[in-house]
């Protein structure tokens, strides 16, 4: 969230101090890194690993979803006098934990244990909640500025069928990618595999123009830590 209003602050919207043709010309690289990272804590949300602690980590990560949600939105709606749109969208923002973080700080201690699998996993649940509530938060407020958008209904159900699609190719890629390092001990060529099909997600959702490539690659992460023995060394 830091790292948001950094940017907001700095850029075009405030002081100016990148352009928004500077910002265009980087922005397929923000993609790719944004996607690796997400695809990294992908590969933490292990169901056997964190079966175990699985109502602990509902517990703290609905309470802090939940609770940071509704705390920024009622602040922007009520006292910041934002439009509902704005609202949901700075609270959609607000509920993200930066999985690079995290991941780094416990590969450099090397750390384990139940509360390291259960930061992991509400870490992991974290991301995924963040991203689906941002893109139907996003989808909601943008939908609501076309005039064929259609009712509330409408808005929601056309947003979640797109959420539905980043579901579907984030689990296809997750299974191919899988499949295609089975038997490869190689890591700098299972790491070359996994990071041109990071790009080629990021490729397609930006074509499409509506689908996710924060969600399609958190979720191949995801689907690549259940079906691969090969997830820890990403």
């Known amino acids: 969230t830091g790292q948001v209003l950094a940017g907001v602050i700095l850029g075009p919207a405030c002081l100016h101090f990148f352009s928004h043709d500077g910002l265009h010309e980087v922005e397929f690289l923000s993609h790719v890194a ?16 964190l079966y175990n602690f699985r109502k602990r980590i509902l517990i703290f990560g609905g309470f802090d979803i939940v609770c940071t949600y509704a705390l920024v939105f009622l602040a922007m709606f009520f006292l ?8 949901m969208l700075a609270a959609s923002i607000s509920v993200a934990t930066a999985p690079g973080t995290i991941v780094a700080l416990i590969k450099s201690k090397r750390a384990r244990g139940p509360l390291v ?30 005039e064929d958008a259609g009712g509330p209904l409408a808005i929601v159900g056309n ?17 191919i990618l899988a499949f295609i390092v089975k038997h490869e001990e190689e890591m700098s060529l299972m790491f070359g595999i996994s990071l041109l099909l990071v790009i080629g997600n990021v490729v397609f959702c930006d074509w499409t123009g509506k689908m996710s490539f924060l969600l399609v690659n958190l979720l191949m992460g995801m689907m690549f830590a259940n079906l691969s023995h090969h997830a820890h060394t990403v």
């Open 34 to 49: 944004l996607a690796v990272m997400t695809f990294i804590a992908g590969t933490h949300l292990n169901f056997k690993k």
């Open 117 to 146: 699998k259960t930061l992991v996993g509400v870490v992991s649940i974290n991301n995924v909640a963040t991203i689906v509530i941002f893109e139907l938060c996003k989808g909601i407020a943008t939908r609501k500025l076309m």
């Open 159 to 175: 947003t979640l069928m797109w959420i539905g699609a980043d579901v579907v190719l984030g689990i296809i890629a997750g299974v």
């Open 80 to 87: 910041a006098r934002w439009s509902l749109g704005m609202s």
